[in-house]
DNA sequence: GTCTATAAAGAGATAGAC
DNA sequence: GTCTATCTCTTTATAGAC
């Protein structure tokens, strides 16, 4: 395995993306039946798995067994095992980072766009849970893959966005002054992450408290949270926007 | 692999606590050598191993590379690579459980209590940082093999104390009356768990702001952001306590 | 696009000498 | 308690027939 990853760690990944908008898109059916092709359907089994049981803990037979081809036909759509890794999560990754830039610069007060990055985040990674769970449990991977080191990119470039608005906020006195920003985000990233996880997957755990929550509900409970948390003293009193999730 | 799992499966625990207690007692040693016997040094690189990179990723044959012995003389300390997990987060498990019992058991207020518990679990967290993360990271592992169920049945037992705690909190007005107890919780317990990770592994991410903070701003932080959170709307305005951590 | 067949390497685990 | 040696199975990946 060493020697395979550091095969992959040589391997450079300019002009993929031109390669990957041709490979992607799936081909004009001129028949009416349904459009999902054979590699979509082996990313969404992949998927699956990868959430559930890790990467490097799935077995490329697994995938094909259950899309009942062999392991070998696998490699006439995707070169490498990580290939279809990248393929999962490179659009989500990109797609979050892009939310983030976008509504960082929206012509609003730092809470509104703070409460639109959070909607935003968590409609997300509930409506693509097992894709997001898979970037954020397999971070130290990328981390550590050069030819991966974009996709850690984008994230970082997500949280700038991330920052700048709650920088925005503490200088307009709407949040607490001594607001520790990096702290912030990474506990919000993660508390939605998990949330999410939780949301979709309900009785992973043994725990049997299991009420009947929307999403909306979710959303409720996370910007009270974090709003109550980050406001400044001033503004304790204050309502807690509710916002619809629909986007 | 699946095979493996299946006989795993089959396997029970029942009496292997009286067998762990013997063999992991160090044997007492009458010269001057340092005490720590070979066993615990597998158990150090093998901890180190599956924080970083995963239990199902790691090999014996890393671990053995690491102690500078061949893998299979591993098996003259460990029956199975399962059975090197299982020492790693047993007695973590176990003691952050019993922890939790003990103290929601205390004659302090749901407050007080409330505090203790999650002082305590950052203590833990922080001292353990890798052993805590491998448990949280597997825990799906856990919950697929039955030779694990005893430790997911600890985790279980856990999360009933807080939660008795937090519904006391609520019966004595203390906390918002509409307080979402399981909600809370399973974002507790993941924001410590995130929280203690990035504190020992600082620079993990590429995200460059990193300042110093100390286990006290740590605590202070998740203390004062849970509190505001939960508490009874009337008591929005009372001071957040700083107790320091010392166990 | 899938199959058969298989290569090449790596995995967890065991037996017995020392 | 470690080594040598090896078993057995599984892994990712490839070549070429159909």
Redesign the pocket.
Request: charged share 30%; proline share 0%.
């Given at each position: 395995?060493?020697?395979?990853q550091n095969t992959l760690r040589a391997k450079t990944n300019d002009g993929a993306e031109a390669k990957r908008k041709a490979a992607r898109r799936p081909r004009a059916k001129a028949d009416g039946s349904p459009p999902i092709?054979?590699r979509e359907l082996i990313l969404a089994v992949a998927t699956r798995r990868f959430a559930e049981y890790g990467f490097e803990a799935?077995?490329?037979?697994?995938i094909a067994d259950d899309v009942?081809?062999?392991?070998?036909?696998l490699?006439?759509?995707f070169?490498?095992?990580?290939e279809i890794l990248e393929e999962i999560v490179r659009d989500a990754i990109l797609q979050s980072r892009d939310d983030a830039q976008r509504i960082a610069e929206l012509p609003l007060d730092a809470e509104q766009r703070f409460v639109a990055l959070l909607m935003t985040e968590l409609h997300r990674l509930t409506e693509s849970q097992e894709v997001y769970a898979i970037a954020f449990n397999e971070r130290k991977f990328f981390r550590r893959s050069e030819y991966f080191s974009y996709l850690s990119k984008a994230k970082k470039d997500a949280y700038e966005a991330w920052s700048a608005v709650l920088s925005d906020g503490v200088r307009e006195g709407l949040f607490h002054p001594e607001l520790d920003i990096y702290l912030t985000i990474s506990t919000v990233i993660r508390m939605l992450n998990a949330g999410a996880d939780w949301y979709k997957n309900e009785d992973g755990s043994q725990i049997d408290a299991i009420a009947n929550y929307s999403l909306d509900k979710l959303l409720d409970f996370y910007l009270g949270y974090v709003l109550r948390a980050i406001r400044a003293p001033t503004r304790a009193g204050e309502a807690i926007p509710h916002p619809t999730i629909e986007l």
């Open positions: 395995m060493a020697t395979r092709d054979r799935t077995t490329v037979r697994q009942d081809i062999l392991s070998g036909s490699y006439h759509h070169a490498t095992k990580e």
